[in-house]
């Protein structure tokens, strides 16, 4: 039998999977942070940990295993692949591939071979490939290198807009009082003090509460409005760039903001700023674990994967998503 190893690592954590050849799910594992821009080495023990596990719960040892791939966040640049090769490669998996988290995310969601994915988790990311197989990333590097959102800056956003209507910049918000039980405050004075006191990091989990109270508050409104349109803009500028304004393909969003969270604030902005652009895209939230795509990739290499082993491999991946309604 021969066995197969995807692996997803995110900035939050790492999800390592392996399935055999008719793609049922033999072993699966999570560890933490799987991004080497967060931390080299710390990065290098989630994977080895994810893998090892997924591969102990499978009973079969890596030599079984025939070929993986790794979708790594953070795999941009040759600077990054300078680094992650030797990290991989020291796992002994044999034939392996290292892509960024990105390519996984649009395998994982389109049976096409070309399209665009918009991802936002952690921080954002967007990828295409057109039907000439040129590739394009856009993103990726953080807000001082163009980017803005993902759970980290969006947990900025909420923080700062307790601040500025605690200080009367800005109308009051339905955020503060969510975010000051989140963070253990009495008042928005004692946490004004106390994150400038300690310089705390601002905990991604604020982000959360954007959609908390969004149905009734215009700031959370506003903020996940920016985040749409920003996403459209990534996306905009792939599509032109690929040249792919009159293909039909798909738009995939993947990312736990977008999959986990309420897409109805975020997704008609996303979508104003592509719908005349490129008329025959078709946004689709992500239904799939991303680290699916990376079996696909690994099963099929340079063909299709089977039917019935993709059905096998999607109804055990399957994740429940936000409506794109």
Known sequence: MDYYLGVDGGGSKTLAVVCDESGRIAGRAVSGCGNHQLGVELAQRNIRAAVGEALQQAGIGKEQVVRSVFGLAGADREADFRILRPMIAELDMGDHEIVCDTVIGLRAGTKQAHGVVVICGSGTNCYGINRQGEELQVGGFGYAFGDFGGGS??????????????????????????????LAMASEEEMFHHYLDHERRIPRDLAKLLFEVAEQDETAQSILAKQGRELGKAAGAVIRKLRMEDDQFDLVMAGSILTRGDSRYILPHLDAQIRELAPGCEPTVLTLEPVAGALFMAIGQEESVDKEVYDRIHHQLSVKAASVS
């Open 153 to 182: 800056d969006l947990a900025v956003e909420v923080f700062r807009s307790v601040i500025r209507a605690w200080e009367g910049r800005e109308r009051s918000t339905l955020l503060s009082e969510p975010a000051l039980r989140m």
